[in-house]
């Protein structure tokens, strides 16, 4: 562990027999706990993608972290297996979008620029008649936003955004406050959480590394473009635990500081953060329930209130007492 990241509990060495450090999986185990960005085309729905990363992979469950309508393109990560367990905690991360939106009628430049600074910040938003969620009045934040380019009734922007936000809503709500009225033309979303659009690989390219694999028995392009789930979680602070600690996570206990090893300085009372094995392997996600400061004087006690458990039960032997 690198000292100026992680104040140290206690120093331990994993025991070889148990688990696996996520870049030495077996390339079944690899697909099954790992995750793959897709730059979605113009056409299928989000569902229609992750059906055939599914067909294309032969595995038996996949899931999206936000669901992208047919006619709009980009940054989409598909989980495999074992992974869709973090699908809900990518779709809460921020999004980031290029958009060009197309004015009803002629707006001068200033005019356009003041309106958008207006609208960053917090805004209510209620969800367009199409969508799939319940039709209520929600207060949702832009981060930035940022007129890239504007050429007659057409304006290219990008807006970086809360998870949950309608662009398609936000251009409508853009017109009619320019009293011109708008609608949006085309949408690319390009980064989902941590993950950009060099990221991202075609459909093309996964069916051809998974041929290259499964009829030549070659793995590299495969492991190129499918990433340990792992990475998903690499910005969030991290508690790296004891193997004795392990199995009794993985059937839901809430970490005690008996069972830590080193704590990310940065964790905070509050913050979602990130189990891991001494390996490196990602055990569940949970809510710390101190700084990593009040962690180190802690001589007994909870540290973490899990929230998702990721690892299968089983993985590391079953040692940890519940007196602890």
């Known amino acids: 562990m ?9 120093e331990v060495e994993s025991d070889e027999r148990y688990g696996c450090h996520p870049s030495k999986r077996s390339i079944e185990e690899h697909i099954k706990k790992g995750f793959v960005c897709i ?9 229609e993608v992750v ?7 032969g595995v038996q ?5 936000g669901t992208l309508d047919p006619r709009v393109t980009g940054v989409l990560p598909v989980f495999i297996e074992t992974a869709t367990k973090l699908v809900k905690f990518l779709q809460e991360s921020g999004k980031e ?10 707006v001068a430049e200033g ?17 367009p008649l199409k969508s799939a969620v319940k039709k209520q009045l929600r207060v949702r934040e832009i981060y930035s936003m940022e007129v890239i380019e504007i050429y007659g009734r057409d304006v290219l922007f990008k807006v970086s955004t809360e998870s949950g936000t309608y662009i398609r809503k936000l251009c409508k709500d853009l017109g009619e406050v320019l009293g011109v009225g708008a609608h949006m033309q085309e949408l690319r979303r390009t980064r989902t959480g941590i993950f950009k659009e060099e990221d991202c690989y075609t459909l093309q390219d996964l069916l051809d590394a998974t041929i290259f694999w499964k009829e030549d028995g070659e793995e590299k392009y495969l492991r190129e473009i499918i990433k340990p789930m792992e990475t998903a979680v690499a910005e969030i602070p991290k508690i790296v635990i004891k193997d004795t600690a392990v199995d009794a996570i993985c059937h839901g206990a809430n970490l005690s500081i008996k069972g830590v ?26 809510k710390a329930l101190m700084t990593a400061e009040d962690m180190v004087e802690l001589k007994k006690g909870f540290v973490v209130d899990l929230e998702r458990v990721v690892m299968d039960r089983g993985v590391y032997p079953s040692v ?3 007196s602890q």
């Open 320 to 322: 940890w007492k519940s």
């Open 51 to 57: 059906v055939w990363v599914r067909r294309i992979l």
């Open 261 to 286: 090893a080193y704590i990310e300085k940065t964790v905070k009372e509050g913050d979602k953060v990130a189990i891991l094995t001494a390996k490196g392997e990602l055990v569940a996600l949970g």
């Open 39 to 47: 730059d979605k085309p113009m056409g299928p729905t989000s569902h």
């Open 111 to 127: 005019k356009i620029n003041e309106v958008f600074r207006m609208f960053t910040g917090k805004i209510f938003q209620k969800p």
């Open 61 to 65: 469950k996949t899931g999206h972290a």
């Open 2 to 10: 690198r000292a100026d990241r992680f104040i140290v509990i206690e």
């Open 97 to 106: 979008y290029v958009c060009l939106m197309r004015l009803h009628s002629d």
